[in-house]
Structures are given as structure tokens and as C-alpha cells.
């Protein structure tokens, strides 16, 4: 029987049982109130019973949620969301809008969309949630509790972390502000106008505060490993090396932090060896070891680091002995032999078309020939292998016969981004003089424009998509943010201005990226919308929700705001430093890569801190907030592309 059943007829026969038993005064009231009804005559039951029931009626059509239950469902025009009306009302919980600086055009208009529809607010913010999680798995309530304690005892910081409008973080723990000169927080509205106005300082700050926060974690619970683990307080080793220390290095010198610089550079003399056996990968070690070494000797002029930096060259050479000269993928520095994967001989093409800033200086910094040679040679190789489309190249390439191979797929996001990066930089470091580099360059932006450029719907954001086997898929990588500020240092070097345009519409884009997710982060792969009649531009698949504290979009920020002064990129630059503070700091120390930015309540943390967070991504946003043109002159500096920068040859050299 169903327990419903059976609760009704224990009821009715408890009932039953009782009435034979009319022993207390209770019972004897009721008795004599129904002898009474009883008693009156048809029209005065009739009377009563009417009076009755306009009472009720009335309690009911004064009572305060039901009304406003009714108004919802019946003023103005329907949500053609009929889901929503089905629902209950409930007070709405979205993220407030991400947007503090201006909103762009696209999104503008799609604001004003969703403003023309009339209805009660809280239909309208549903409508928005729809239109960005229609992927988005629903969760039940128990689910998302168990989320949330678990996400404390990971000691996450509070999503409620509070900045000052000068972007001095509000330390919550110890209910202390760390605002100067006694200013007291503004209304949100005061704040935008403030935050346009005046950004430098507060915000430079704000980026110290995050380095501080993320070296304490590494200090605490990860020193001289290769990356933090900020959850688990522990570590991560990948080539037992000191990575994201030896990465942090000129960062630490840019902002200024000299206390953590000198005990950095304590590790470095004492503890740093690159005497072991250990298999290190060619590209990783030369973009993050050798290219932050190089770059610290400049900065700092310390030959300590270009010792360490010489040693760690010469032992990657032996990736370069194969037989197509095209460098093998991993090297053992301790023993000097080379290999590549275990189940390919092919390397990756951005791979081995992306050390040669690093090994080019090292060759100018030496007076050794051999680095640069290997690398050049490289390049030259390149340059004239069959295989490309309109000057985009494939993804991989095989170390025995120098060919191209799995060629299909060509994209400026995994596999092949920095080929296009170091084509430019490598024309800028040699002081524009190798017309190679300058034309590969330019045909692979007309291949770009021509195959892999389309514009989403609604909204018409520009993007860069694949071209899959002929054909064209809509997918871009948050790697391929780096785009828009190569094309804005291209177009600064004297490329075509039209560089400058479409790194302003991808800019916007790759902003948007961010913007129209739940966190305000973006997702490591979107997918953008094409067909007409679509209500969003941006999907994102379940299995690419996760950021990785990645700095590609706040690289290019840097480079659009340098060039063009325009605030509006310091103040999305602002609004991402906020999402990484509200949504990766980790409590104990350190910043955690997540799993989902589409679940602001749960945005499930990774447990580790990538070393390019501190190498690359902080240092961006610092110098992004600078309003100081010669703090890394981009007239005296190329960046390599893991941040570090390296410099601008003579034009003797
Ligand atoms: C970094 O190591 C470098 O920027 C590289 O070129 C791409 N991947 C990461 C950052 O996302």
C-alpha cells in the first residue's frame, strides 16, 4: 500500500475510534455546537456558510505572495521561455553582471534585448541563465550543499572577497581594510566612474597583493618544486627544476618585490642544478628556464643568471641531433640523449618554431654560433616545406624526414599558436631585418583572414576558428587570445593598419570570452554560433569548462592598452584580476586552476597553480595597469612567449 493510503485510513479509523468515547470537555463543545447548527433554520446555515466563504476569499486575494505570484504570471508579455513560468518565483540567484567598465557593442545589444522584453525582472534574468547554460547540467539542491562544504574545507577564499575601488584588497579574515588615507568604500555606481578615472596605483597594488599571495603558497608549501598544489598544500615536480620560481624571477623584479626577489635569487645560487637525470621537454624548458634566466640577467644584469641560463642551453642541445634537424621533444639534461615521445617520432610544429628568440640571444650573449644555428635552421626548414595552407602551417612535424605530418588541422590555438608569434617577434628581435620571418608572417594573417576568420551570431563577434580536413569549425582556444596582440605589435612595428582593427575585434571577442560566462573566467575551448536565428554566440562543451589561470587574453590586453590608450582594456583587465581573486584564491595561499567556470557556486578546483600564472599572467596585468611606457619598453623588448622579455637587438649586432 502507499504510505499515503495508509497514513489516510489510520486517520479515519482513529477518528471512528474516538467518537464513542465523548468523555471530555472538548468533545462535549463540539457535541453541542453541531446540535446547535442543527437547530438553525436553512437560510441562516446559507447565510453563514456565503459570509464564510467571502472571507476566505478575501484572506486569500490580500495574502502577499500569492498576489505576487499572480502578477508575475500575468503582467505584460509572456517569457517565450514557458519553462520559466512553470517555475517557482524564487528571489533570483545569478552573479550580479559581470560588467563594470563599458559594455561593448555586442554586448550592449544584446542588453538592450533583453531589456525590450517586458515582464517582471527576475523573468528576465532567467532568460539570461537559459541563454547561458543551456549546456549546463542542473544540479540539485543536495548536490550543490555538498559542493559548497566541500569547496570550504578545500579552503577556497570566499567568493565575497572585497576590493576597495583603488584596488586594495579588503582583507575579510582579519576585518581589517587596507584602503589608504582613511577613503571608505563608494557605491558601486561611484566606483565605475572612479575606476575609469584613476586606475594606476590601486590596481598596480591589487596585482602585488595577488603575486604576494600566490608566492605564499609557493613558498609555504611548494619551495624550489616545480608547482604549488594550493588545496592539497603540496607540490607537483615535472622536471624536478624550480619551475615556477625560475619563471617568476623578472616578474618579481617588474613589480618591484625585491624581499621575494632576493630569496628567489638566494635559491637560485645555492640549490638551482641542472646536473641531473632528468627528461626535461625542449620547448617548456627553453620558453620558462632559459627564456626567464636571459631575461633576469637583463633586467637585473647579475651574470649569475646568464651562468645558469648558458648551462641550461648547452644541455638542451642534444635534442637538435636527429636526423631531419628538426629537434626531438624531450632531452635528458643530465645525461645529454634526446628522444621523442614514446608512441610518435613527430614533434610539434609551435613547439619547434618557438625557442628560437631564446636561443638566438643566448648565441649573441655567448659569441657561440651553435645555438643560433639550430634554430635558424629550423625556420629556413619551414619555410619551405609543402604542406601549408595559404601560410598556415600543420600541427605536427616528424623528426626523421622533416615532413609535416597528421596534416588535416591547422589552427592558431594548441600545436601551432607561437609559430605565428615567434615569426613576428623573431623580425622584431633581429631589428626587421630578415624578410623571411616578415613574409611568412604576413601570408599566415592573410591565411587567417581567408580561411579561418568568421563572425558569430547574434552579436557578430569576430572570431578565429579551425579548418578541420576542408572543412571549417567554429571552435577557438583561449590560446589563440594571443592573437590580438601580436597583430597589435605588428601593426605598431609598421605592418598594415588593418592588423590593428582586427586585433581590436578580436580583442573584444576574446573579452567576451570572459564575460559571458558565470564566473567571468573563460573556458579553455569555446565554440562560437554561426546560424542565423541562434540566441547566444558562445557554447562552451562540458569537457572544456576549465581555466587554467591562462594569460593569453591579459597578454593582448597589454599590448591594446599600450598601443591605443584606451581604458576601457585596463578596466576588463581589472574585472579579470577580480574573477581570478573571487573564484581561484585559494585561503592558505596560492591561486588554484578550475573546472568549471560555468558554476559560480562550484567552480571545482584543480589543486594546481601553473607556473605561467606568475610568469606570465600577473606580470600582463601589472604592466597593463601601468600607465609607464618605458617599464618594458616594447620598443627595446620583444616577450618571449612565455612572457619573459628579451631584448631588441642593435642595429650592430
Ligand atoms: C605558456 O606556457 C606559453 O604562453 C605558451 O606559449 C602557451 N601556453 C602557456 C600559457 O597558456
Redesign the pocket.
Known sequence: MHPGSRQGYVSISFVGQGSGNYNNSKQWRRQSCWRKWKQLSRLQRSLILFTLVLLFICGIASYPTVTEQFRGLTDGEQDTDTNSVLRPITPHVLPEPVKQGHPSLPEQLSQRKLSNKRGPPVLQNRLQRNGNTSDTAVEDKAADNKKKKNREEEGFVSPLVIFSWRGAVIDTDKATESIKDGEKEDSPAKQEVKLSKEPEAGWLKAVQEAFRHAWKGYKDFAWGHDELRPISKSYNEWFGLGLTLIDALDTMWILGLKEEFEEAKAWVATELTFNKNVDVNLF?ST??ILGGLLSTYHLTGDTLFLDRAKDIGSRLMPAFNTPSRIPYSDVNIGKGTAHPPRWTSDSTV?EVT?IQLEFKELSRLTQEPQYEAAVAEIMNHVHKLDGKVDGLVPMFINTNNGQFTHQGIYTLG?RA??YY?YLLKQWIQGGKKDNQLLEDYLQAIEGVKKNLLQKSSPNGLTFVGELSHGQFSPKMD??VC?LPGTLALGAHNGLPADHMDLAKQLMETCYQMYVQMETGLSPEIVHFNMHQGSTRDIDVKLADRHN?L???TV?SLFYLYRFTKDRKYQDWGWEILQKFNKYTKVSSGGYTSINNVRDPDYPSPRDKM???FL??TLKYLYLLFSDDPNLISLDQYVFN???HPLPIWPSAA
Open positions: 617548456e620558453i620558462r609551435a618557438s594548441a599558436d607561437s608569434e583561449h590560446l594571443f587554467l591562462r594569460p593569453e597578454e601553473e607556473s605561467f610568469g606570465e612567449t612565455e612572457a
